[in-house]
Nanobody, 118 residues
Framework: QVQLVESGGGLVQAGGSLRLSCTAS????????MGWFRQAPGKEREFVAA????????SYADSVKGRFTISGDNAKKTVVLQLNALKPEDTARYYC???????????WGQGTQVTVAS
């Protein structure tokens, strides 16, 4: 079992920045991916970004490229998502995920709310 604890999120004005952090604990594998999905009210959960355990590989949704940056700390088993130039359409609950593949996570955090005011 792997447990994920998220922090960060909150309310910010459009154009502002936020930082989300997620730490994994428990029986983590030698090779894994961590990342973030988000879900807005009435919409399906969508991929945002992912990073490999080593941090050498990253992937982003087209909607956040150039604005969000994901990074991983292997020793701390932590992934950070820096959200810049936020838009109202980024408003959603953001979920941290962990798994053997970058877009099909096996474990999820409880989610953290990001609200961007126009």
């Amino acid at each position: 079992q792997v447990q994920l604890v998220e922090s960060g999120g909150g309310l910010v004005q459009a154009g502002g920045s936020l930082r989300l952090s997620c730490t994994a604990s428990g029986r983590t594998a030698n090779y894994y991916y961590m990342g973030w999905f988000r879900q807005a009210p009435g919409k399906e959960r969508e991929f945002v970004a992912a990073v490999s355990r080593s941090g050498s590989w990253t992937s982003y949704a087209d909607s956040v490229k150039g604005r969000f940056t994901i990074s991983g700390d292997n020793a701390k088993k932590t992934v950070v998502l820096q959200l810049n130039a936020l838009k109202p359409e980024d408003t959603a609950r953001y979920y941290c995920g962990y798994g053997a593949t970058p877009r099909n996570f096996n474990y999820w955090g409880q989610g953290t709310q990001v609200t961007v005011a126009s």
